[in-house]
């Protein structure tokens, strides 16, 4: 593992006379810090945004699934400019001037990215409007115009229009004595132009299209359904009397929706947050969509009220805010959709008495108990972990760490019950969990309301890892019962993202997750843990370790090993020391779903690197580790700095031959896949897998079907632990 250049004689040639002369060729071996050798993190995840508008436009794909990835497209992308590019910015206005490891500036990738996403999002308005809308209508879902309604339904609108929409709007006219109105985040708007026609001059208006109204309005009969907009858009009139409506386009802005919160200052950080989100609202402005049709003096009036650049602005053909279409792929019709996977309970569990709290610790206290996420039921597995918790009287105390919670828990709603029966219950909260922070903050005084201690983690740190410890009474005396998992505790995203849970009564482990909670509710600090791997603290070092560990071992016969599983990767020294193994000859097979800022395949350099990203039906989400044949983590941590350095992350190992062997497999189903997988090229771009002859492979389909056939099967075989 060196950084420095090397030449190596890769290849010689032989003139065409056959002479004996021969004629070095050199190839330059790049240091490990060259740029060239790191693909840019937000280019990265456009590309991973690409892969998701993919599944849009594949015919195979269900028509409201279609729609769906269309939704989560759009989504994807407002949250990438309020929080990526925003903070671009805030740098270039700061005068920022460091490189990414790639070599590039903060301005240098402002540019490049409104490059990059112009014509994405016009890939996306085609496959809606001239695909999927087209083949909805066909199916009886249509989007309509108003001038397109028949009478009847016109008449329908009117009404509408009158009891639901009209009151609820407030026309904002901008002259010298009404200046430009504050235009919120994300909100839909119209720009209206209107004509005096008494004197004839022409005014400048604003009408904010209600986000408290649905975005789509259903036509009687389930005719179809008309946008807000174009209804809107249709009765201006009536908000002008006395005016001529000469035009009106649709724009929409989008705003720094990022928190900066000074915590070594905040004396409550609760009420700190609650003021931030307050200003949340207010950020500034960093993307302008407007419809493709708007006038040039329209656009330039809005970009100089909203002091944006052309370089900010993006004219869009059709509907803005596609993501608003996602209540449609919820319409009752199967034919549309996937058909759907039904999550088990593991064959152990289901055993057990459902209403038996002793049974299912004594089920963990048999052997670790290894859980697949949507395959494996979050509900009978993890919520009922927690549920027979608060049930169980031998039971003293639950202490669980929260990062994002769903609007109605059964998780927290269980903590709360355990309180109120007098056991003492913790709750780490993480406040700052983006776009999470108001549903946390309401959850956290219900918590504190109940009884439970309620903390908000370290100064400076985000708290990520997903654990929860239950301590209880035994006849042998106190034992600790473990969940260390992948995912949030939350209901709704455990239905479409695969994560994986581990339960345990382990002493080792159990001792551990003690000393983390102690770590984020008190004063201690702990260097080190018996199995545990923590960030910040070991995490790095002891992950650079395994690298070395599987270099140190590698040799022609027993090739050293390294398999990751990972959300992301882009940590600039992990990625250094993968290169190393990989110029030591270690095999390193990667899944990486979204950001990668790895490049595989650079001759000298990662040759025996290979990168794959599955983006299918489920959110991949799960993180497994795995260095040499036998040793095997799952946990919180992506590779990426804020991961390793500025987030409180757990990684646990898993130590039980059947439990590893279900790991192993996983990762060979999905370096397997073809259906839904990708190959990372070394020039950064990303190639569908290819089906063999047999036909496709589907990783997730093959998961969700093995699932189903082991909870039809008896129950497992499991050795006791000794």
């Known amino acids: 593992m060196t950084g420095t250049e090397t030449d190596t004689n890769k290849n010689a040639s032989v003139d065409v006379d056959g002479d004996s002369r021969r004629s070095a060729v050199a190839t330059r071996v790049p240091a490990l810090s060259d740029p060239s050798l790191y693909l840019n993190r937000e280019f990265s995840w456009l590309e991973f945004n690409r892969r998701v508008l993919s599944n849009a436009r594949r015919s195979e794909v269900p028509l409201l699934e279609r729609l769906r990835f269309l939704s989560i497209f759009s989504r994807n ?102 200046p430009f109105p504050y235009i919120s985040n994300l909100s839909l708007s119209l720009a209206v ?133 996602s209540p449609l792929t919820r319409l009752d019709r199967p034919v549309l959709r996937y058909k759907p996977w039904h999550p088990v309970t593991p064959p152990r569990l289901a055993g057990a008495p459902q209403r038996s709290p002793k049974a299912l610790f004594a089920e963990i206290r048999r052997a670790d108990l290894l859980v697949h996420h949507p395959y494996t039921s979050f509900t009978t597995t993890v919520e009922r972990f927690v549920a027979a918790a608060s049930e169980d009287p031998d039971v003293l105390a639950i202490k669980q760490t929260l990062y994002r919670t769903s609007g109605h828990s059964p998780i927290l709603l269980s903590l709360m019950r355990a309180a109120e029966r007098g056991k003492q219950v913790v709750a780490l909260v993480e406040l700052k969990a983006r776009f999470d922070e108001e549903v946390n903050i309401g959850w956290a005084r219900a918590l504190e309301k109940s009884g439970c201690h309620v903390v908000y983690g370290l100064v400076g740190l985000k708290t990520h890892a997903k654990t929860t410890l239950v301590v209880r009474r035994e006849r042998d005396g106190i034992r600790r019962y473990v969940h ?183 990762l060979d189903v999905m370096l397997a896949d073809t259906s839904q997988a990708w190959d990372l090229q070394s020039d950064g771009s990303w190639r569908r897998a290819q089906p063999a002859r047999g036909g496709a492979f589907d990783a997730q389909a093959h998961l969700a079907e093995q699932a189903m056939q082991s909870a039809a099967a008896e129950g497992g075989r499991h050795r006791p632990r000794t």
């Not at 990059?116 to 249509?142: F, S, W």
């Not at 989008?254 to 609202?281: C, P, Q």
């Not at 027993?558 to 990989?582: F, H, Q």
């Open 484 to 666: 260390l998992g992948t995912g949030n505790y939350h209901q709704r995203t455990a239905r479409s993202y695969t994560d994986l849970g581990l339960f345990s009564a382990d002493p080792e482990l159990g001792a551990d997750v003690t000393d983390l909670f102690n770590y984020l509710t008190g004063y201690a600090r702990h260097d080190s843990y018996r199995s545990l791997l923590v960030a910040p603290g070991p995490l790095r070092e002891r992950l650079i370790e395994l690298i070395h560990g599987q270099i140190e071992r590698h040799t022609p016969e027993r090739p050293g090993r390294i398999r990751a599983k990972l959300n992301a990767l882009i940590d600039p020294v992990l990625i250094a020391e993968l290169y190393g193994a990989s110029q030591a000859g270690v095999q390193i097979d990667l899944v990486v779903r979204g950001i990668c800022g790895l490049r595989p395949g650079v001759p000298g350099v990662s040759e025996t690197i290979r990168v794959r990203s599955v983006v299918g039906r489920l959110l991949e989400h799960s993180r497994i580790l795995q260095f040499g044949e036998d040793d095997l983590w799952i946990g919180s941590p992506d590779w990426m700095p804020r991961n390793l350095d500025r987030r409180v992350e757990a990684l646990a190992p898993v130590r039980d031959a059947d439990l590893r062997s279900e790991l192993v497999e996983i």
């Open 193 to 325: 132009t209107v004509r005096d026609v008494a004197s004839g001059e022409r005014h400048f208006a604003r009408v904010k299209v209600p986000g408290v109204l649905p975005r789509l309005v259903r036509l009687p009969d389930e005719a179809g359904f008309v946008p807000l907009e174009d209804l809107i858009a249709a009765r201006l009139a009536q908000l002008f009397p006395g005016m001529e409506v000469l035009e009106s386009f649709p724009f929409r802005v989008t705003r720094n929706a990022d928190l900066d919160i000074e915590e070594d200052e905040a004396e409550d950080l609760l009420m700190a947050i609650e003021a931030e989100l307050r200003k949340r609202r207010r950020g500034a402005a960093v993307r302008l969509e407007v419809a493709a049709d708007m006038p040039d003096r329209v656009v330039r009036l809005l970009q100089d009220e909203l002091d944006l650049a052309e370089v900010d602005t993006y004219r869009v053909a059709g509907l803005l805010a596609i993501g608003d279409l």
């Open 77 to 178: 992308l407002d949250e990438f400019f309020m929080v990526r590019v925003a903070g671009l910015k805030r740098q270039v206005a700061a005068g920022v001037t460091a490189r990414t490891a790639d070599g590039r500036s903060p301005t240098e990738q402002v540019g490049a990215i409104a490059a990059r996403v112009a014509p994405m999002a016009a890939t996306a308005g085609a496959c809606l409007h001239d695909d999927v809308l087209p083949a909805l209508a066909g199916e009886g879902i249509a989007l309509r115009r108003v001038s397109g309604l028949s009478p009847g339904q016109r008449s329908a609108m009117e009404e509408y229009f009158q009891e639901e929409v009209f009151p609820v709007l407030t026309p904002l006219a901008v002259d010298p004595g009404h």
